[in-house]
């Protein structure tokens, strides 16, 4: 059961990764979706932020261009507005791909984010 307080946090968080996700939709090729993992009880420690992209190659393409780079900047920018901020942005921050999950999960992606949640 969420706390109050970890609910006005959750949905200012989820608003800020709402932005990012629309920004980075309209600016970087095969990117998707991403998500976020958290345990509010070692909270900011725990957020996991995980953006994933279509394929392995566009994901692969995206490192070559520091588009990634530029994903995580904005992530963090994003969270800082609202006063969140990452101890470990680059362990705090993962990519993935839809072609990976399908691969070794059969497209279960409860499965492949159990990877991500290391708290």
Not at 33 to 60: A, G, K, M
Request: contains cysteine; charged residues 30%.
């Amino acid at each position: 059961m969420m706390k109050k307080t970890d609910k006005k946090i959750d949905n200012a968080l989820r608003e800020a990764l709402t932005q990012v996700c629309e920004s980075a939709l309209a600016s970087i090729d095969g990117f998707v979706w991403l998500t976020h993992l958290v345990n509010y009880n070692d909270f900011p420690r725990s957020l996991n932020i995980v953006c994933v992209f279509e394929t392995d190659e566009q994901l692969s393409t995206a490192y070559d261009k520091k588009e990634t780079d530029q994903l995580c900047r904005l992530i963090e920018s994003k969270l800082r507005d609202i006063d969140i901020k990452l101890k470990q942005a680059m362990k705090q921050i993962s990519f993935d791909t839809e072609e990976a999950c399908e691969r070794f999960h059969g497209g279960k992606w409860n499965e492949c984010l159990q990877k991500f949640n290391l708290h």
